[in-house]
T-cell receptor
Framework: KAGVTQTPRYLIKTRGQQVTLSCSPI?????VSWYQQTPGQGLQFLFE???????NKGNFPGRFSGRQFSNSRSEMNVSTLELGDSALYLC??????????????FGNGTRLTVT | GNSVTQMEGPVTLSEEAFLTINCTYT??????LFWYVQYPGEGLQLLLK?????DKGSNKGFEATYRKETTSFHLEKGSVQVSDSAVYFC?????????????FGKGTKLSVKP
């Protein structure tokens, strides 16, 4: 069974640009979550999608947005990039039935560098 | 609010040494507790979990017991190997909260020397 796939692995962007990251969940998983990982703040929850609907959102500015498609694939978008957006962005999928029965499965992440 | 506090790293041990990584939490209600591990260049992998007080999660020689009275979920391993070198994250999932929304500790980097 293929794991969670994130593309691209690495991205370099300039301040002010926008970026789109992609995540393909494990087959059959309907929930996709996004996390930002930085050395200073650690892992911070961005948002979660389930069956194309945003189910929960973390404390990030509106520049961070996401969506989920009918095949459960998800994208997140960051507009007007700032230097502080440099981070590893992790996607995780689960069946969506509950944390106990279906824990999160993480991808290897997209490393975004903003210059 | 809900939060997780882990001991600061890095932790450096010799092979076959005993490992303890402390984790305490603050949460409303009765959370589920998790330990995730992140190897270099990879995403996080679930190591073990516990869903209620006094539950013991175990996997690959690692253990952690859900202690409600001390709000703790310390990770232990009796004899570490070089291959255990990684970053370890304690996390909680609050009942009634969104399943995909885990609250993580800052992580503890473990280095095991041969």
């Amino acid at each position: 069974k293929a794991g969670v796939t994130q593309t691209p692995r690495y991205l370099i962007k300039t301040r002010g640009q926008q970026v789109t990251l992609s995540c393909s969940p494990i087959s059959g998983h309907r929930s996709v979550s996004w996390y930002q990982q930085t050395p200073g703040q650690g892992l911070q929850f961005l948002f979660e999608y389930f069956s194309e609907t945003q189910r929960n959102k973390g404390n990030f500015p509106g520049r961070f947005s996401g969506r989920q498609f009918s095949n459960s694939r998800s994208e997140m978008n960051v507009s007007t990039l700032e230097l502080g957006d440099s981070a590893l962005y992790l996607c995780a999928s689960s069946s969506g039935q509950g944390a106990i029965s279906s824990p999160l499965h993480f991808g290897n992440g997209t490393r975004l560098t903003v210059t | 609010g809900n939060s997780v506090t882990q001991m600061e790293g890095p932790v450096t041990l010799s092979e076959e040494a005993f490992l303890t990584i402390n984790c305490t939490y603050t949460a409303t209600g009765y959370p589920s507790l998790f330990w995730y591990v992140q190897y270099p260049g990879e995403g996080l992998q679930l190591l073990l979990k516990a869903t209620k007080a006094d539950d013991k999660g175990s996997n690959k020689g690692f253990e952690a017991t859900y202690r409600k009275e001390t709000t703790s979920f310390h990770l232990e391993k009796g004899s570490v190997q070089v291959s255990d070198s990684a970053v370890y994250f304690c996390a909680l999932s609050v009942p009634g909260g969104s399943q995909g929304n885990l609250i993580f500790g800052k992580g503890t980097k473990l280095s095991v020397k041969p």
